[in-house]
């Protein structure tokens, strides 16, 4: 978006911190796009393991099953491996838009899944992200850098119920947020 400003508004920023510019030397790219903005991945991650054994349940998901794991240059996802991140970015998504996130085609093309719901019309906080390797090799992700682009689609009305508006379970979240039940 050539428009620095519709990434404000009334006054407060949708991305924090924002990129006006894109930045690609020697990195994968994040910041202003086309028609978008390409978010980077924090340095934090959660990484399943099979270490204790039981099964994932999104009714009873037991955080025991992910390592957590900090580093300030990249982490490894094991074969066939899964992990949860977060942006570096927050967003605070105004009543009348929804973002639709996408892997990074640097990503995809190394057989590395990037998966994020939408986010909805009010929803404000750190973007969770599912990264999934898909690869019978270990899969290097680089923290700081770009891993995801995001579309932001204005409507044309504002929404009746939005996520603020459900009290969403995700709502607000700071750090990497695992499934939970409302």
Same mark, same amino acid.
């Given at each position: 978006?050539?428009?620095? %400003? ?16 894109? $930045?690609?030397? +020697?990195?994968?790219?994040?910041? $202003? ?5 390409? %978010?980077?991945? /924090? ?14 349940? !999104? ?19 094991? !074969?066939?491996?899964? /992990?949860? /991140? ?7 998504? !105004?009543?009348? $838009?929804?973002?639709?996130?996408? +892997? ?13 719901? !939408? ?5 404000? +906080? ?12 270990? %899969? ?41 039940? /409302?």
């Amino acid at each position: 978006m050539r428009n620095d %400003a519709w990434f404000i508004s009334q006054g407060e920023s949708i991305i924090s911190p924002f990129c006006s510019a894109k $930045v690609r030397d +020697g990195v994968i790219s994040y910041g $202003v796009s086309s028609y978008g903005y390409d %978010a980077r991945v /924090a340095n934090e991650f959660k990484i399943f393991t099979n270490i204790r054994g039981g099964m994932v349940d !999104p009714k009873n998901f037991n955080e025991e099953m992910c390592e957590r794991v900090i580093s300030n240059d990249y982490v490894l996802i094991p !074969p066939n491996g899964f /992990a949860l /991140a977060r942006t570096v970015e927050r967003f605070v998504i !105004p009543r009348d $838009v929804i973002v639709i996130c996408l +892997g990074k085609s640097t990503y995809a093309r190394c057989g590395i899944i990037i998966n994020v719901t !939408p986010l909805e019309p009010e929803w404000e +906080g750190y973007v969770t992200i599912e990264i999934s390797n898909t690869t019978p090799l270990p %899969a290097k992700i680089y923290a700081n850098e770009g891993i995801m682009q995001c579309i932001f689609l204005k409507a044309s009305e504002i929404c009746l119920r939005s996520y603020k508006d459900e009290m969403g379970k995700y709502m607000w979240q700071e750090g990497i947020v695992c499934p939970k039940m /409302a």
